[in-house]
């Protein structure tokens, strides 16, 4: 699995279309195996979703996403994980520890 995290420097991004990278963890049985920033290039949010997907993103998680961009990454078979705040790093562990727990109250980050 391969999770990415709309950041502002180390933190989750405010907004998705303004962050400026994306942090991408790959999980291997519920901890990270890799992490990789790739910039955001401010590509139109069809041809950024393609890109995550050829990545094998198969979450995002963000603070706050427009209605466009969320229909493009469902659209090339990527979640969504909106809500989240802090760090990068703790939102995705935050993220896997749900998922891990098959719990769907709502955990913040911090």
Known sequence: MR???A???LDVAPRFARSS???CYRVDRGMFADCQNMPNLSFPPAQLAQVLKDLD???M???RIDPTSETALK???IEVQAGYTGTASA???TYIGRTLSGTSEELEAS
Request: some cysteine; hydrophobic content about 60%; aromatic content about 4%.
């Open 3 to 5: 999770i990415a995290v």
């Open 7 to 9: 950041c502002q420097g």
């Open 21 to 23: 990278s994306f942090m």
């Open 57 to 59: 993103v198969s979450v």
């Open 61 to 63: 998680i963000v603070n």
């Open 75 to 77: 659209a090339a078979g």
């Open 91 to 93: 939102a995705a562990r």
